[in-house]
């Protein structure tokens, strides 16, 4: 896929609270009807998925994307914007469902809803649109999550203190402030050697190359407002699954290398939905789709077989 079409498909659009939202849209390369709306981890931005994107369009689908409120080209909510913050999951929740029903719900034209809807999703993009599932806001046909966001690897006596100095800083208007030891985007800083993310340095550093061409894309660390909204979405999602979920047929990649994401809970919660299948990706970081070549034939392996069951 070249930049130049890349470019032609996106577009901005305004949610109901005013929030200004960078879209996505790009046909399949042989007219299919099948849909895949493509989801992001916290960082992320369009223009980070090309590769997949086209993989996605040669494999027949039509591909929907957004970048969510605070990050890629989409508005932030502080004056420093590479501050990573949302006030409460509840509010990507309501960006997702405005997706689906105002924006791709009128694109086909004639109304009529023809073709498959798959949703497909990675990290905290795999959160949301697994709360979004679960609780009815959204209604996918199939459902794809690549190394969700269940929770995060915190674990024993530092929970409790995480979570209530994250509750504390935010209820004393702090929510604002860098988690300890985080900060601002500096490109001087990003270093392939021992990153968590990916064992492809080819990959990695076209991540980066393209936050360079276009700086706005930058996102820093998270702050104590993004952790909190975080642990209680984590509380909330957990309930969600015990309580008899009804979904559609899941395929659950976990990472099993992976050290941002809890693996732990993947595999708990792949148990608990009533139709979900895990693969256990070995010597995969956190982003299997910018992993090495043989990391991502696993993926599409699976991701083909899946599909192709519809």
């Not at 100095?165 to 702090?174: F, K, N, R, V």
């Given at each position: 896929m070249g930049m130049e079409s890349f470019d032609t498909a996106i577009r901005y659009e305004t949610t109901p609270d005013g929030t200004r939202l960078r879209i996505g849209h790009w046909p399949s390369d042989n007219g299919g009807n099948r849909r895949i709306v493509l989801c992001h981890g916290r960082t992320e931005f369009l223009e980070k998925y090309t590769e997949t994107i086209g993989e996605l369009a040669a494999r027949g689908f039509e591909v929907w994307s957004m970048d969510w409120r605070g990050q890629g080209a989409s508005d932030r909510a502080l004056k420093n914007p590479y501050k990573g913050y949302i006030d409460r999951f509840e509010s990507y929740i309501a960006d997702l469902a405005w997706f689906f029903d105002t924006i791709i719900g009128s694109s086909d034209g004639d109304g009529d809803g023809d073709g498959e809807t798959l949703l497909m999703a990675h990290s905290m993009g795999g959160h949301i649109t697994l709360r979004a599932v679960l609780e009815g806001r959204v209604k996918p046909d199939r459902f794809i999550l690549s190394a969700p966001m269940i929770d995060l690897p915190v674990a024993g006596i530092g929970r409790p203190a995480i979570t209530a100095?994250?509750?504390?800083?935010?209820?004393?208007?702090?929510g604002g402030r860098y988690v300890v030891g985080?900060?601002?985007?500096?490109?001087?800083?990003?270093?392939?050697?021992?990153?968590?993310?990916?064992?492809d340095r080819t990959r990695f550093n076209a991540i980066h190359a393209a936050i360079a061409v276009n700086p706005v894309m930058a996102l820093g660390g998270p702050t104590f407002g993004w952790l909190n909204a975080t642990l209680r979405s984590v509380r909330v999602l957990r309930g969600l699954s015990q309580a008899s979920p009804r979904t559609c047929p899941t395929l659950l990649f976990t990472a099993?290398?992976?050290t941002v994401v809890s693996v732990t809970a993947q595999t708990e919660m792949g148990a608990a939905l009533p139709d979900c299948e895990q693969v256990q990706v070995i010597d995969a970081h956190h982003e299997i789709l910018h992993e090495t070549d043989a990391i991502r034939q696993q993926f599409w392996g699976a991701f083909d077989e899946f599909t192709s069951a519809a």
């Open positions: 100095l994250s509750w504390a800083m935010t209820g004393i208007g702090l985080t900060g601002d985007y500096d490109p001087a800083r990003v270093k392939f050697d021992g990153n968590p993310l990916t064992g099993m290398a992976d």
